[in-house]
């Protein structure tokens, strides 16, 4: 008989009845009956009821251990009677009689439980994370992770592409967010940086002449945590292609990603935690930006939610409602998000969420009510019965439908709209939990106003191809210059941005310098890419979805850190390691450098313990 088991812990069934085996596990809770324990024995495979009486001579030893401690149990498979039989459990029509047990590690008082689960503080969690992990709903979502990164892997390769691994230690670039910096040893006072992305490597592959590339890549950024992103580093579905335009990426692509979210929709229901979810049909819908920041609020949309923003400015001007027609005479904006079938609201639900508005840093939400077709509220009182009914005609507006009201400047009206459209599509239960709803946002400005430094700058990605090439960047105003850019969106969660690549020179230059760059600047640096340009470079694209927002999705989690095997906490820290830790003198020597930062107690002593001995 094997060592350690002879099944693991989801294996046996009513075929294995009046086997002899040997199981080997955690306990995962134990049952007193007075004088007959159940012992359920978890393993990564699942779990198996462990039975002792009272006659057994493994009773005592069973009751002693801690949950979690790990044993090893020789026993008999017996069948459960039918009134116990759990249907739940894949082993649930049997449980095994306990005639040995084997102490492999006993367990300490925890600091969490593993059995259920309760709800704990986040410092808790990180801090014990391997415990943490061991809980069923993380070990499932780290489980679907593996298996996704395994699909993607097939189905990348089924469409032709080649995985290859790029450099982690790189150059800085001054584009994107805050590199992490490592500093090298034999070249003093110089540093490597953690790639953002294998951004430049994967087009010189193109460059290079591999047609069609992929690889799962760690990135780094040294910026804050949110829900849908790690602190420090996360994963991406990195990949790139020659000789594409921008339909040929989407159509590679798609396919993918479809493919993904329709194999693993049923997840969720699996697991108990939910309905089998919808994905939207191929291909993918294409969504202006511009139309996008009007009709949402956002370039990341989720069409779960059917409210459209419209824009009613000229439905206020010279109105009776002076202050949205001193708003719009100023040249700003007014914007009306719906809020269908509210004619039983109270007038409380319209005052919260003027008063959410508020507490989001806006100076309010204005509304009008509307019931059986007949308005209420200052703005309908001011604006007048007519003119209300007619922009709900044009609208497509019903008699019972409710309008909430953003005013002011165009970009502010345009975020406050979207903050408040989902807000009242979750308020009155309109997001369709059971879909995943994808699309497309394209034809993203190439430059954008740089208000603080009074400059034209890029608004999105320098390295992207403006439409229309050299001739766009010579004859049209910079502002109305579109670029090929676009993000790939499911549910209101970015999964990637992507462009096709500025290829030639002579148009990056040119790009580069209105946005403020000289020939010098691009040359230094971004030394690497330019100079392979100058030797043949094929049109190319490609884009990179985040693998942990995929898996975030598909797992039904609101936070991207439990879908993670061990993330840092908001701060950055890694509060189960201790990082970052603070290096000792000796280490900062061998790197030519000196920290500012006080020397905490004990630094002198640790550098003597690491330093080599004499002899």
């Keep these: 008989m094997h060592a350690y088991r002879t099944h693991h812990c989801a294996a046996l069934d009513a075929d294995a009845v009046g086997e002899s085996v040997r199981l080997s596990g955690w306990v995962h809770r134990k049952r007193d009956h007075g004088g007959l324990l159940f012992v359920d024995l978890r393993d990564?495979?699942?779990?198996?009821?462990i039975v002792a009486d009272a006659d057994s001579p493994m009773l005592p030893v069973l009751e002693q251990l801690r949950v979690?401690?790990?044993?090893?149990?020789?026993?008999?498979?017996?069948?459960?009677?039918?009134?116990?039989?759990?249907?739940a459990l894949a082993t649930?029509?049997?449980?095994?009689?306990?005639?040995?047990v084997t102490v492999q590690s006993a367990a300490q008082e925890l600091p969490l439980p593993v059995f259920g689960e309760a709800e704990y503080p986040e410092d808790i969690r990180l801090r014990y994370r391997f415990l943490d992990l061991r809980r069923e709903r993380l070990h499932a979502n780290l489980m679907l992770r593996s298996a996704v990164i395994a699909s993607i892997r097939q189905r990348m390769i089924g469409q032709g592409f080649t995985e290859f691994q790029t450099p982690?230690?790189?150059?800085?670039?001054?584009?994107?967010?805050?590199?992490?910096?490592?500093?090298?040893?034999?070249?003093?006072?110089?540093?490597?940086a953690l790639p953002q992305a294998p951004q430049m490597f994967k087009q010189l592959l193109m460059v290079a002449g591999f047609d069609r590339y992929f690889q799962i890549a760690p990135c780094f950024r040294d910026e804050d945590g949110r829900a849908d992103r790690s602190p420090g580093e996360f994963y991406q579905l990195d990949f790139e292609m020659s000789f594409v335009t921008q339909e040929d990426v989407f159509a590679a692509i798609e396919p993918v990603l479809h493919g993904i979210f329709e194999e693993f929709a049923g997840w969720r229901e699996a697991k108990g935690r939910g309905g089998a979810r919808h994905v939207s049909p191929l291909p993918f819908r294409r969504i202006p930006y511009a139309l996008s920041m009007l009709r949402y609020g956002n370039d990341k949309p989720d069409l779960r939610n059917p409210i459209l923003i419209?824009?009613?400015s000229d439905q206020f001007a010279g109105s009776g409602f002076g202050r949205f027609a001193s708003i719009v005479e100023a040249g700003d904006v007014v914007r009306a998000i719906p809020a269908p079938g509210t004619a039983d609201r109270s007038r409380k639900f319209f005052?919260?969420?003027?008063?959410?508005?508020?507490?989001?840093?806006?100076a309010g939400l204005g509304y009008a009510t509307r019931k059986g077709g007949e308005w209420g509220g200052p703005i309908a009182k001011n604006h007048g019965e007519a003119r209300m009914t007619a922009m709900a005609d044009a609208l497509g507006l019903g008699p019972d439908d409710g309008l909430f009201f953003a005013a002011g400047k165009a970009a502010q009206a345009a975020r406050l709209a979207g903050l408040a459209r989902t807000r009242v599509g979750e308020q009155l239960g309109l997001i369709d939990p059971d879909r995943f709803e994808f699309c497309w946002i394209v034809d993203f400005p190439m430059f954008e106003w740089?208000?603080?430094?009074r400059k034209v700058d890029f608004s999105h990605n320098p390295f992207s191809m403006p439409q229309g090439e050299m001739a766009a960047l010579e004859d049209k105003d910079p502002l109305d210059i579109l670029a090929y850019q676009y993000d790939i969106v499911c549910n209101g969660v970015e999964l990637s941005s992507g462009a096709i690549r500025n290829h030639r020179p002579e148009i990056m230059y040119k790009a580069f310098e209105i946005a403020g760059y000289t020939r010098k600047d691009v040359d230094r640096d971004f030394a690497g890419m330019i100079n392979a340009f100058k030797y043949g470079a094929p049109p190319h694209g490609g884009s990179a979805p985040g693998i942990d927002r995929i898996v975030m999705l598909l797992a039904g989690e609101p936070n991207i850190r439990e879908v993670v095997l061990f993330p840092m906490n908001q701060r950055a820290e890694d509060l189960m390691m201790g990082a970052p830790n603070v290096a000792t003198p000796k280490q900062l020597r061998e790197l030519h450098l000196r920290s500012t930062a006080e020397a905490p107690a004990g630094a002198a002593e640790l550098d003597r313990a690491v330093a080599p001995k004499a002899g």
Aim: net charge negative; no cysteine.
């Design 351 to 362: 005052d919260d969420m003027n008063s959410w508005a508020q507490g989001e840093g806006f």
């Design 68 to 87: 979690e401690s790990v044993v090893t149990v020789d026993g008999t498979v017996k069948r459960r009677s039918e009134a116990t039989v759990n249907p």
């Design 450 to 453: 740089d208000e603080e430094n």
């Design 92 to 100: 649930g029509e049997i449980e095994v009689f306990a005639t040995g």
């Design 310 to 312: 419209s824009d009613v």
């Design 168 to 192: 982690i230690l790189t150059a800085s670039s001054p584009e994107g967010a805050r590199d992490y910096l490592v500093p090298s040893r034999v070249h003093p006072g110089r540093f490597y």
């Design 44 to 49: 990564h495979h699942g779990i198996t009821q």
